[in-house]
């Protein structure tokens, strides 16, 4: 070896050296040697109280964005060590019965029949809705509001369907339309159903201006009318 290979071998140890020792500190960064076991890293807001009542009756718009995710979970698990407070009890919030949902008549007495129109885009790949309107998939739904279930001239209805009586009132149809599969099992519509019950109102509120005559809607239940503050509207 000559004198450089000597410099070189010398360069390359001090440099490992500093890459160890340097590494080693970086790693001390991250760990809290005064509480062995917890990252010395907090993400904000670790430490408060967070009330879990709160947080369940606002699931999942409560935890919207990633950040909370890791609060939320940083903050359990400082709990279980002992090291954060508990979560705060339920507040009398919690204990306030649910009101019960909107009847139908409400929801139909503020729907929107334009967003309903817009809603049921999902439903012209199997129907059509105008006058006169050929059957597709699905049955022609002109004046499907007060019309005989199941009964289109022309249409091979499903046995589940045809075997129906009676006809479509605004109730059935919402029945119908939150899940044709529950519903009536059995019959042949390949649709999952419309979850949201103003999604829902806002498409019957559009099916009942297809008619000669539009169908009334039924009148709010009055204990809701007081809590919705909507009236009956009488025709639309
Ligand atoms: C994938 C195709 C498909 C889609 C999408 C679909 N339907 Fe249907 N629908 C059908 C079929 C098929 C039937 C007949 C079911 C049977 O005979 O069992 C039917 C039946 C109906 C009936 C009963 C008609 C009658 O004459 O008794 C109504 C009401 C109805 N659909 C409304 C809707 C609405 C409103 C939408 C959109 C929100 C929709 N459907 C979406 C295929 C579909």
Not at 160 to 181: F, N, T
Request: glycine fraction near 12%; aromatic fraction near 8%.
């Amino acid at each position: 070896m000559d004198r450089w290979d000597w410099v070189r071998t010398a360069s390359a140890i001090t440099l490992a050296i500093g890459v160890a020792g340097g590494s080693s500190w970086f790693a001390t960064q991250l760990v809290n040697s005064d509480y062995p076991g917890q990252p010395s890293y907090k993400p904000a807001g670790l430490g408060a109280p967070i009330d879990l009542a709160q947080l369940q009756r606002s699931w999942p718009s409560g935890l919207s964005t990633p950040g909370d995710d890791n609060r939320l979970s940083g903050y359990m698990s400082a709990v279980a060590k002992g090291t954060a407070p508990h979560p705060a009890p339920a507040g009398p919030v919690a204990a306030a019965p649910a009101l019960p949902p909107p009847d139908l008549g409400t929801l139909l007495a503020s729907a929107d029949a334009a967003k309903g129109k817009a809603t049921a885009r999902v439903c012209v790949s199997c129907h059509s809705f105008q006058q006169g309107g050929a059957n597709g998939i699905g049955p022609n739904l002109w004046a499907i509001v007060g019309r005989t279930v199941g009964r289109e001239p022309g249409f091979a209805y499903s046995q589940a369907l045809a075997v129906q009586q009676g006809s479509w009132s605004y109730e059935r149809l919402d029945h119908w339309l939150m899940s044709p599969a529950r519903a009536v099992p059995g019959n042949k519509m390949g649709f999952a159903g419309i979850r949201n019950p103003q999604d829902r109102a806002n498409v019957l509120a559009y099916l009942g201006q297809l008619g000669a005559a539009p169908t009334p809607f039924p009148a709010p239940q009055p204990a809701t009318v007081a809590a919705g503050g909507g009236a009956a509207k009488p025709g639309r």
